[in-house]
């Protein structure tokens, strides 16, 4: 029998098949490495988002000035936010030791992120209506800043 009739791989053959499959794989796990180290990074994102959404909801429900006899004391007074009955009372607002909920209690999860900079609240108008331009931020805990700004007309 001659040797053109045999059939197989050589050794060394099978060694650069090896070595290419090697290199192929280290390339692909070296992208997935970079995919699943950045995946966090929108669940970080749409977590502040949510957090500003709902305290611009809060503040977007709120009478757009004091009701006659009210004396609860804004942000800037002092007051606590359980209180706050107005748009304005909101202005100011600011948390350093992460999200609180409405009565002040610390929201367990969200000790990295924190309403800053100040809540601002500022008049505006929109057409003939009197409105405030109110603008929520969230910083995240990679310091990232996620403003969302929302209109509330006086109606």
Do not use: H, W
Not at 57 to 83: C, D, H, M, Q, W
Not at 85 to 105: E, F, H, L
Not at 121 to 143: D, F, H, K, N, Q
């Amino acid at each position: 029998m001659s040797r053109r009739l045999s059939r197989g791989f050589t050794l060394i053959e099978l060694i650069i098949f090896i070595v290419v499959v090697g290199l192929a794989m280290a390339g692909i796990l070296a992208v997935s490495n970079t995919v699943v180290r950045s995946s966090a990074d929108p669940q970080v994102r749409k977590q502040g988002l949510a957090i500003a959404q709902s305290l611009l909801e809060e503040i977007l429900l709120k009478e757009y000035s004091k009701p006659a006899g009210s004396t609860v004391v804004g942000f800037s007074g002092g007051g606590a936010r359980n209180l706050y009955d107005c748009v304005s009372d909101y202005d100011g607002y600011v948390t350093t030791g992460g999200i609180v909920d409405a009565s002040g209690s610390a929201v367990s999860g969200l000790s990295g992120y924190n309403l800053s900079p100040a809540v601002s609240v500022t008049s505006a108008s929109l057409g003939s209506v009197a409105a405030y331009r109110i603008v929520v931020s969230v910083t995240s805990p990679r310091g990232d800043v996620i403003s969302l700004t929302g209109y509330r007309g006086n109606y």
